[in-house]
């Protein structure tokens, strides 16, 4: 991959992603951090870095990355590399969907990508359609994921769609819109292809605690939007949606937003400048905070290191990548503990550290192991290594919401 250093970020975003509104405030910069997919195969190997910062609008209060990476940067390269998106709740959200929409065996129903086949099969119905990303969506890369998808929507594409289909009653399209690099298109493209008063489906991830927590590994270069339950209601009435239902789906990580709506151009109003309430997250406070946060936790990796301790992190995903690259840990990290042999043949992108199984928590004498795994399977990967914890090894917990929590103050 191609080596490249940018210079600082930009601090001027001309339009807001989703609303359009002119000049969004800049918020915080995270520095120049390795793209999270690229696993590093030669230790030699310089990796791409970017430049990752927010601008918040002060419109429909949507949090946004101020440039996104080149899609070329961002294309996974890797089969076994994948993200699965929670299905536990897709029973309720489809019967949500049938009496919200009435829908029977007449309506036509079409999802945007293989990631909206789970919701779309549950409909079984025989009016559904999936758009095929080569024949409709006009993807020629072998490799792809939604960073090329959301590329490819837009609203001249749609009408084509419009005019080979028809257009749709329904259209679902889950874990999209927080990757779209232009969301009013993306969205324009959406009533193109629905009638009028057609129902839109999305979901899309909440990251109000984490704003809330003060939790960077929030910060992921493939979503370039970062929605709470507020902002994603106003950029969505901003884009012409009404809302018809709304589902929050609690994970021990963060929260899933499932929301309903019809095109309702005739009513689109300008939304008004927002006011920072006592239940909104302060990204204000973030920005502020999180160098604290950093400057804190490099101090008590710090401290490991001198009492000749060993300190690695566990979950070689893209959180971890995040926590190691934004909080400057890697110069403390014995490695990257996580049990895929797919990994374990590359070095992980953040600080090109090694990646080897939990058996190094042994073999390698670590001291202290650093969860960055979702906190719901702490408790299965501590009781596999049950020896490590009898020889006196810790687990901690990057995410405040564990009952290992690291309290650094
Ligand atoms: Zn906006």
Known sequence: ?????KETPIKVLPHCRVCRSAHPRFVTDFGNLAITNQFIADEQETAFRQPISWHECGSCGVV???????????????????????EGHLDATVEELIRI??????????????????????????SVKLFDP??????????????????QWTVNRARQLAQKYGVFDVMVARYALEHAHDAAEFLAACHEILVPGGMLLIEVPDCSQAFRDLDVTVVWEEHVLYFTERTLLQGLSAAGFETSHFQRVPDPLEDRLVWIGRTNRSTKVETPTLAVTSTDPDVSRFAEQWPKQREAIRAW????????GRLAVFGAGHRACTLIDI????????GVIDDSAEKQAFRFPAGSLPIRGSKALLDRDISCCLFAVNPGVEDRIVSRNSEYVARGGTFVSCYPSSSRALRLR
């Open 1 to 5: 991959m191609l080596a490249m250093l």
């Open 64 to 86: 946004q990355l101020s440039e996104p990476p080149p899609l070329e940067q961002l294309r996974n390269e890797f089969p076994w590399l994948v993200y699965r998106e929670p």
């Open 101 to 126: 929409a009435d829908l029977n065996s007449h309506h036509r129903i079409v999802g945007l990508s293989q990631d909206d086949w789970p919701l779309l099969r549950r409909l079984q119905s025989d």
């Open 134 to 151: 080569v024949m409709d969506l006009g993807i020629t890369s072998s490799h792809y994921g939604m960073e090329t998808v959301q590329s």
């Open 301 to 308: 990796a710090g401290n490991i290191w001198t009492v000749g």
């Open 327 to 334: 909080m400057g840990l890697a110069e403390f990290l014995d």
